[in-house]
């Protein structure tokens, strides 16, 4: 079964930590991405990746940074959290898509983060 | 402007009716994608179609079906015999070249919250 992983569903921090949030794919698929929900917005891009050390800037960039050290691994950083930054955070994957295969994204559960 | 545009944001309806939920998409690439999928209230997304723009056959999958217009630039999403588990937050997607190395970047509709009663 194929899988998306976040390392926590819910998470509280305070204005100013700085926040790690890990997502884990196990298919092997090479772009992975960084979205935040909220309420009326639908999914917003923060960043993607679409190759191990590569990352490029999505819709909304600003306060956050990512890393991939790994293909499987894809980190969203908050480096000094701030209370507009509460959301739901969701990682995805895929293979890139090309010709009748690819683009669809497989999701992780989502991290609900509350910066007080 | 959205490039992907859910005009409905909310759809209430009884089990059993049929149901469409609207998806226009706006785009000056002659190559692109489209998605569609399922947020149910546990919350996690759930890919239900693809389409690229080179094949406007319409589809259907038991009770669900897609009809995609590049005239209107419209990929709207059917659900027959509606059911109250069909209950979720729906969301259409586009896929447009732009990134480094030709990949492509994903767009979401804002998603329409659509609701069954029994």
């Known amino acids: 079964d194929v899988k998306v992983t976040q390392s926590s569903r819910y998470l509280v921090k305070r204005t100013g930590e700085k926040v790690f949030l890990e997502c884990v794919q196990d298919?092997?698929?090479?772009?992975m991405f960084w979205y935040r929900q909220d309420p009326g917005l639908g999914l917003r891009l923060i960043y993607f990746s679409y190759d191990v050390k590569m990352k490029e800037k999505g819709d909304i960039p600003e306060g956050y940074s990512v890393s991939r050290e790994k293909k499987e691994r894809f980190s969203l950083i908050l480096e000094s959290a701030s209370t507009n930054q509460t959301s739901m955070y969701l990682c995805?994957?895929?293979?890139?898509?090309?010709?009748?295969?690819?683009?669809?994204?497989?999701f992780g559960p989502g991290t609900r983060l509350t910066v007080l | 402007a959205q490039k992907v545009t859910q005009a409905q944001t909310e759809i209430s309806v009884v089990e059993k009716e049929d149901v469409t939920l609207d998806c226009v998409y706006e785009t000056r690439d002659t190559t692109y994608y489209l998605f569609w999928y399922k947020q149910p209230p546990s919350g996690e997304l759930v890919f239900l179609i693809r389409r690229n723009s080179f094949d406007e056959q319409n589809e259907i999958s038991g009770r669900y079906s897609w009809n995609f217009q590049k005239s209107t630039s419209s990929f709207n999403f059917t659900i027959t015999a509606s059911q109250v588990v069909d209950s979720a937050v729906y969301f259409c997607?586009?896929?447009?070249?732009?990134?480094?190395?030709?990949?492509?970047?994903?767009?979401f509709g804002r998603g329409t919250s659509l609701i069954v009663h029994p």
């Open positions: 298919m092997d698929h090479e772009n």
């Open positions: 995805a994957s895929s293979h890139p898509a090309w010709g009748d295969l690819g683009g669809e994204q497989f």
């Open positions: 997607a586009l896929s447009e070249e732009g990134g480094a190395g030709g990949s492509y970047i994903p767009t």
